[in-house]
């Protein structure tokens, strides 16, 4: 079973932030959080991840919690062509992990002109 | 650079039948993955290799599925004896190194259908 909570489904105006929550209140000390998207009839697309503190990259941001038991994946001026379904997943970094994804069953969101 | 390549892109058999559904990782890449999405839910993983070797098949549905590698690159998942509910989506994936922080980078898949 997946280790995260997100909603099914989420609206954001475009031109927007799409701020897309997910709760991982059992994450471990090892654990980091990933997302991935996959906008439809393709393959799941890396965004972003982090442990404990913020990460930007030229996609995202991902705004980790104090406790590490939420984050918050911001999309800052989301597109028509963000609409996709957006996956959040820890993942366990130590060596003997064979670094498989457990998918749950993420959140869509549609952008809307 | 050319990404993770799938093929076919769409498979359409008939229950009994055998499959086979390839998968061409990124050059270079170790690592490669196989899920299966069915409609409506993420993906689940089947099968995980480290070079030639299968390091992690936990994933595998029942012993009708079976996945080889063997000089470390393209893959191939096998199917035997298709039944209706095998009809999913098929994702590969592969990743540059072998431990757990590498990016995996997806393919398009392959729909397969079994009528």
């Known amino acids: 079973d997946a280790k995260t909570t997100q909603p099914p489904s989420m609206d954001c105006a475009e031109g927007r932030a799409a701020n897309l929550p997910c709760n991982h209140s059992?994450?471990?000390?090892?654990?980091?959080v990933y997302w991935y998207r996959q906008i439809h009839s393709q393959g799941p697309q890396y965004i972003i991840h982090?442990?404990?503190n913020n990460e930007t990259n030229e996609m995202a941001s991902l705004i980790i919690t104090e406790d590490r038991k939420s984050s918050t994946l911001i999309l800052p001026h989301a597109t028509l062509r963000d609409t996709a379904v957006y996956y959040c997943?820890?993942?366990?970094?130590?060596?003997?992990?064979?670094?498989?994804?457990?998918f749950g069953q993420g959140t869509t969101l549609q952008v809307k002109p | 650079g050319a990404g993770v390549s799938q093929t076919p892109s769409n498979k359409v058999t008939e229950k009994g039948k055998y499959v086979e559904l390839r998968c061409d990782p990124i050059?270079?890449?170790?690592?490669l993955y196989w899920y299966r999405q069915s409609l409506g839910q993420g993906p689940e993983f089947l099968i995980y290799?480290?070079?030639?070797?299968?390091?992690?098949d936990s994933g595998l549905p029942n012993d009708r599925f079976f996945a080889v590698r063997p000089e470390g690159s393209v893959s191939t998942l096998k199917i035997q004896r298709t039944e209706r509910g095998d009809s999913a989506v098929y994702l590969c994936?592969?990743?540059?190194?072998?431990?757990?922080?590498?990016?995996?980078?997806f393919g398009a898949g392959t729909r397969l259908s079994v009528l």
């Open positions: 994936a592969s990743s540059p190194g072998t431990n757990g922080k590498n990016i995996q980078y």
């Open positions: 059992t994450i471990s000390g090892n654990e980091y």
């Open positions: 982090g442990l404990k």
């Open positions: 997943i820890v993942r366990d970094h130590g060596s003997s992990n064979t670094g498989k994804l457990i």
């Open positions: 050059s270079g890449h170790t690592a």
């Open positions: 290799f480290q070079g030639t070797g299968a390091a992690d």
